[in-house]
Each structure stands twice: as C-alpha cells, then as structure tokens.
C-alpha cells in the first residue's frame, strides 16, 4: 500500500513536471552536525563549486567570492539593480586595493547577515554566471545577482560552506531571480529532508495540498496566522499567536518563554494522561520522556478549524538516546523577535508550495511518512524518472 501511495504520488508529480517544461530541481542535503540545509552551485568563469546554506528567510544569495572568476562584474551604485537590491551604501572605486579600468566608480555594497551567528556586514553587489540542476539537464544565468560578502560571515557555516542561498521575498533572492530569467510563474516548492530533500522553482509538486494565506512578519521570510495550538486534539490556552516564521535555519522550533512555558506544561500533562513520563532534560531541550512509540500530536489551527497543520511523533520527538526522546520544540527567550519560529525538524518531509503570485502556502497537512512516502525517496525517483523528460 506504501508503494502505490509513493508510486501515485510520483505520477502526478511527474504530470506537473511535464506540464512545465522549465522547472528547476536544486538538491538540499541536511548536514548531521550543525543541523544545516546546504545545497550546491556552479558560480564564476571557470565553474567554482559553490556549498551554501539554505535559508527560507534570506533576502539574497551572498558568497565569499573567490578571486578569479574571469566573468564577475561588481554593480554600480545608483543602477537598477542595485535599486533591486535595496542598497543605500556605496564604495568608491578609490578605496579598493586594485581599480581596473571596469570597476564602477562607485559599487553597489549590500548589508548581509549570517542567519546561524546574527554577525554582520557589507558586500559587494556583483553579476556573475551561474549554474545549477535542471529538470534532466543544467541551467545557466549569465548575470545572476549576489554579494561578494567579507570571509568573516561564514563563522557558523557548516564546514565548507561558502555563503547562503536566501529563498526569501525579496527582488533578488534566489527564486526572484529564476522568476525574471525564465519566466517562471512565480512559486517554489521546498521538501526538507534529514538526509536528501529538494527545492522546485516553476511549479508546484502536489495537487493534495491544503492552502493558507501568508502574512507579513518581521523579515523577507514567510509567515502564516496560526489562531491556536492542540495537543492531542484539546485547545492549548494560548491567545491567538498570529505570524508564526518558518525557518530552514532555526533548528527546532522555538517559543518565546511565554508562550513555552504554557505549551510544555500543557503537553506534559497531554503526555501524563498516556503513561508517558518524564525525565531530566538534555541540552538543548527542556522537556523529556522515556521513550515510547506513540505521544501527542500537535495541531497548528491556521485561519480556520478546517486547515489544520498535524505535527507528529516523527517532526516532534528528539532520540537522544536508546530510552530517552526529548520534545523537539525550545524555549527562545523573551527576546525573540516573533512569538513561533517553526525549525527546520518541524518542516522535514512536509511538502510547502509558496506561491508569491496568489500571497497562499500550500502545505502537506500531515507527514509524508504517514504515508510511506519522503522527501528523499521523492528525490531519489524523480532524479531517475525525469532523464527521460
């Protein structure tokens, strides 16, 4: 039964695929150490390999560039692009090392910020080549947008990583940038996996999604209203949270300390009521058990009781050790900037569909291994089948 829902959804996959010629399948692998979501481009003349950091809130794709690339041209400040950009601050071509007769008077410099570390900083707004996976071939964009960032950024980075890949809504994040060059429609799909998952420009990759508008939030990320939380089907007491942020770049979901402290202590009791107990607490999580095979799910109630996001054991419990599992949800502080950030664990084998043009996210309300399926089986099947296309 398994393999026909997986074989099933496969075929409408492929369906979509086919019906849209140009979209583009970019490979995300889950590194076991930091936590973090990289993936891979062909940046510069000649082809650097380039490993960057997915980040869903991220308003751009900045890099440490290497020196070399033959076909690199720094943007001048005032130009559109720049504008795109959003970029106030400039260089002038007196304060560089070297002023080759090609170099803009004044460059175009953009603020970056790491998303692991918050440091900061000012690149270079360059134009370069680009290359990436194609549906059974490569694509390539002569001046794909990007900052050539100071090397001090990549602190935090998971080992070898050169930048960060930014999928946010900004006019030159990563998918904005596919949207002008192909004249793609203007949606993404994302599947986080804890080994191989994957992003699709250009189309979505389901038709058994459900919908749910995005909101504004503090960042170039994306926010849905979230009216309430159940665990086990019973309404935590809670005031409606609002903007809740999804993040690739946020391990675990994280609450602010208000908002946590009512959440645990409403799932421990959640938790007690099935003869599930406690135990001490392992870093970084505050609330564990002895571990057991089923525990209460969680429902994140969108903008009605009809659109539910169902969170299970398999995107919630932490297997710290052989006998202990730990609650994969964190206390944020006071300080943190939106009440909810849902993390990357929470995300992992949930189809999301951010479709730009409509302002809706359609999600796969349960995961994908309730029904034999994964982001990473999909992967696997859609790499092989699409050879053909």
Same mark, same amino acid.
């Given at each position: 039964?398994?393999?026909?829902?997986?074989?099933?959804?496969?075929?409408?996959?492929? $369906?979509?695929?086919?019906?849209?010629?140009?979209?583009?399948?970019?490979?995300?692998?889950?590194?076991?150490?930091?936590?973090?979501?990289?993936?891979?481009?062909?940046?510069?003349?000649?082809?650097?390999?380039?490993?960057?950091?997915?980040?869903?809130?991220?308003?751009?794709?900045?890099?440490?560039?290497?020196?070399?690339?033959?076909?690199?041209?720094?943007?001048?400040?005032?130009?559109?692009?720049?504008?795109?950009?959003?970029?106030?601050?400039?260089?002038?071509?007196?304060?560089?090392?070297?002023?080759?007769?090609?170099?803009?008077?004044?460059?175009?410099?953009?603020?970056?910020?790491?998303?692991?570390?918050?440091?900061?900083?000012?690149?270079?707004?360059?134009?370069?080549?680009?290359?990436?996976?194609?549906?059974?071939?490569?694509?390539? +964009?002569?001046?794909?947008?990007?900052?050539? *960032?100071?090397?001090?950024?990549?602190?935090?980075?998971?080992?070898?990583?050169?930048?960060?890949?930014?999928?946010?809504?900004?006019?030159?994040?990563?998918?904005?940038?596919?949207? /002008?060059?192909?004249?793609?429609?203007?949606?993404?799909?994302?599947?986080?996996?804890? @080994?191989?998952?994957?992003?699709?420009?250009?189309?979505?990759?389901?038709?058994?999604? @459900?919908?749910?508008?995005?909101?504004?939030?503090?960042?170039?990320?994306?926010? +849905?209203?979230?009216?309430?939380?159940?665990?086990?089907?019973?309404?935590?007491?809670?005031?409606?949270?609002?903007?809740?942020?999804?993040? @690739?770049?946020?391990?675990?979901?994280?609450?602010?300390?208000?908002?946590?402290?009512?959440?645990?202590?409403?799932?421990?009791?959640?938790?007690?009521?099935? /003869?599930?107990?406690?135990?001490?607490?392992?870093?970084?999580?505050?609330?564990?058990?002895?571990?057991?095979?089923?525990?209460?799910?969680? =429902?994140?109630? $969108?903008?009605?009781?009809?659109?539910?996001?169902?969170?299970?054991?398999? /995107?919630?419990?932490?297997?710290?050790?052989?006998?202990?599992?730990?609650?994969?949800?964190?206390?944020?502080?006071?300080?943190?900037?939106? *009440?909810?950030?849902?993390?990357?664990?929470?995300? =992992?084998?949930?189809?999301?569909?951010?479709?730009?043009?409509?302002?809706?996210?359609?999600?796969?309300?349960?995961?994908?291994?309730?029904?034999?399926?994964?982001? @990473?089986?999909?992967?696997?099947?859609?790499?092989?089948?699409?050879?053909?296309?």
């Amino acid at each position: 039964m398994a393999l026909l829902h997986l074989q099933l959804f496969l075929s409408l996959f492929l $369906l979509t695929i086919k019906s849209f010629n140009g979209a583009l399948l970019l490979p995300i692998t889950k590194d076991p150490k930091t936590l973090q979501y990289t993936t891979q481009l062909l940046i510069g003349t000649p082809r650097f390999p380039t490993k960057l950091v997915v980040d869903l809130s991220g308003g751009s794709l900045w890099v440490n560039c290497p020196p070399s690339s033959s076909s690199r041209r720094l943007v001048a400040h005032g130009s559109l692009p720049c504008s795109m950009a959003k970029s106030d601050a400039r260089r002038t071509k007196g304060e560089f090392k070297m002023s080759p007769d090609s170099l803009p008077a004044s460059v175009c410099d953009t603020h970056q910020e790491n998303p692991i570390t918050g440091a900061a900083g000012f690149g270079d707004l360059a134009e370069d080549v680009v290359t990436f996976a194609g549906i059974g071939s490569a694509a390539t +964009v002569d001046n794909f947008l990007f900052s050539c *960032s100071p090397e001090y950024l990549l602190q935090g980075l998971v080992n070898g990583a050169k930048g960060v890949l930014g999928l946010g809504r900004s006019k030159i994040a990563f998918q904005s940038q596919l949207v /002008n060059n192909f004249d793609f429609p203007r949606k993404f799909s994302v599947c986080l996996s804890s @080994s191989d998952g994957f992003i699709i420009s250009g189309t979505g990759i389901s038709n058994s999604l @459900s919908y749910t508008p995005l909101v504004g939030g503090s960042s170039d990320g994306y926010y +849905v209203n979230v009216n309430s939380i159940k665990i086990s089907g019973r309404r935590v007491a809670l005031q409606p949270i609002g903007g809740v942020q999804l993040s @690739s770049v946020v391990p675990y979901t994280t609450m602010k300390s208000t908002i946590y402290a009512v959440f645990t202590k409403a799932y421990v009791n959640a938790a007690a009521s099935m /003869n599930i107990t406690t135990v001490s607490p392992v870093a970084p999580f505050g609330v564990c058990f002895r571990s057991e095979s089923a525990v209460p799910e969680i =429902e994140l109630v $969108l903008q009605s009781e009809l659109v539910k996001w169902r969170i299970q054991r398999s /995107n919630l419990m932490v297997q710290v050790s052989d006998s202990v599992m730990c609650l994969g949800v964190l206390d944020g502080g006071l300080d943190l900037n939106d *009440s909810v950030v849902v993390g990357g664990y929470q995300l =992992e084998d949930h189809i999301l569909e951010f479709n730009l043009g409509t302002g809706m996210m359609g999600f796969s309300s349960s995961s994908l291994l309730m029904e034999g399926n994964s982001c @990473s089986k999909i992967r696997a099947l859609v790499s092989r089948s699409t050879e053909s296309l």
